[in-house]
T-cell receptor, first 112, second 108 residues
Framework: KAGVTQTPRYLIKTRGQQVTLSCSPISGHRSVSWYQQTPGQGLQFLFEYFSETQRNKGNFPGRFSGRQFSNSRSEMNVSTLELGDSALYLC???????????FGSGTQLSVL | DAKTTQPNSMESNEEEPVHLPCNHSTISGTDYIHWYRQLPSQGPEYVIHGLTSNVNNRMASLAIAEDRKSSTLILHRATLRDAAVYYCILVPTDKLIFGTGTRLQVFP
């Protein structure tokens, strides 16, 4: 089975722009969760989608949004980018809420 | 939100056992305890998980306290490749809270 695929791997944007990141899960996995990782902050939960429905949401402003498609692929969008949004964005997938998470390699976003 | 507490860092010498602790005093009866580790420049990878009983796999062992309020990840013989940040999380919870984890340094 192919692993979790995140695209793009690297991204450079300027303040005020918006960005869309993509996550393709392992075949058969219906849950996709997103995380922001910055130095010293660890992994912070953004949201989780399961079968196209947002199941849970972390404590992030409304500029951070996501969606999941019928093939379980997920996108997250960040609007009106700020310098503080520079981070590694990771997604993880699993086939049910109780099962182990499989992570992608992440998208490194730099906001200038 | 269910939360876990881990030491910021730990050190070990190669070939020695390592015990990584995790406190989760607010664990609910249906929460599984999961451990993941993150090597430099990679996404986290699954290590082990359990509910009530101790668990073993090829990577590590997980010892769970009888009251389930704490657990310990055991690496039986640390290698240089085990140097990573180790995260303990509770699953399922409303939010998957990873925290900052424990940075394990392994010395030759």
């Amino acid at each position: 089975k192919a692993g979790v695929t995140q695209t793009p791997r690297y991204l450079i944007k300027t303040r005020g722009q918006q960005v869309t990141l993509s996550c393709s899960p392992i075949s058969g996995h219906r849950s996709v969760s997103w995380y922001q990782q910055t130095p010293g902050q660890g992994l912070q939960f953004l949201f989780e989608y399961f079968s196209e429905t947002q199941r849970n949401k972390g404590n992030f402003p409304g500029r951070f949004s996501g969606r999941q498609f019928s093939n379980s692929r997920s996108e997250m969008n960040v609007s009106t980018l700020e310098l503080g949004d520079s981070a590694l964005y990771l997604c993880a997938t699993r086939d049910s809420p109780n099962e182990k998470l499989f992570f992608g390699s992440g998208t490194q976003l730099s906001v200038l | 939100d269910a939360k876990t507490t881990q030491p910021n860092s730990m050190e070990s010498n190669e070939e020695e056992p390592v015990h990584l602790p995790c406190n989760h005093s607010t664990i609910s009866g249906t929460d599984y305890i999961h451990w993941y580790r993150q090597l430099p420049s990679q996404g986290p990878e699954y290590v082990i998980h359990g509910l009530t009983s101790n668990v073993n796999n090829r990577m590590a062992s997980l010892a769970i306290a009888e009251d389930r309020k704490s657990s310990t990840l055991i690496l039986h013989r640390a290698t240089l490749r085990d140097a990573a940040v180790y995260y303990c999380i509770l699953v399922p919870t409303d939010k998957l809270i990873f925290g900052t984890g424990t940075r394990l340094q392994v010395f030759p």
